[in-house]
């Protein structure tokens, strides 16, 4: 899986958010603000991943164990499908 096609990520003023155009645009209305997790959950996603290696990508990169990495990014992604901005 990865995202749709049409996002830049931005740091704006300190908080870093994700603006939406072409394809995104027509999907997700608005903006999407990311925590410093979301946002390296987010860049991963510009290329194929699974639920699997964003764990781990996510364990590598963070204090975090796996237990709470499996959960934020099955939520994460859990988001991402909601809104349709995932290729699947």
């Known amino acids: 899986m990865r995202l749709i096609t049409g996002f830049c990520v931005r740091n704006i003023l300190g908080e870093t958010i994700a603006i939406p ?5 027509r999907r ?3 903006l999407a ?14 290329t194929d991943q699974t639920e699997q ?16 990495a499996t959960a934020d990014v099955h939520a994460f992604i859990q ?3 909601e809104n349709n901005l995932l290729v699947e």
């Open 79 to 81: 988001a991402l499908r």
């Open 53 to 68: 290696t964003l764990v781990e990508a996510l364990t590598e990169n963070y204090e975090i164990d796996v237990q709470t």
């Open 33 to 46: 603000s990311l925590n410093e997790t979301g946002e390296f959950l987010f860049r991963q996603l510009e």
């Open 28 to 30: 997700l209305s608005g």
């Open 21 to 25: 155009s072409q394809e995104a645009a």
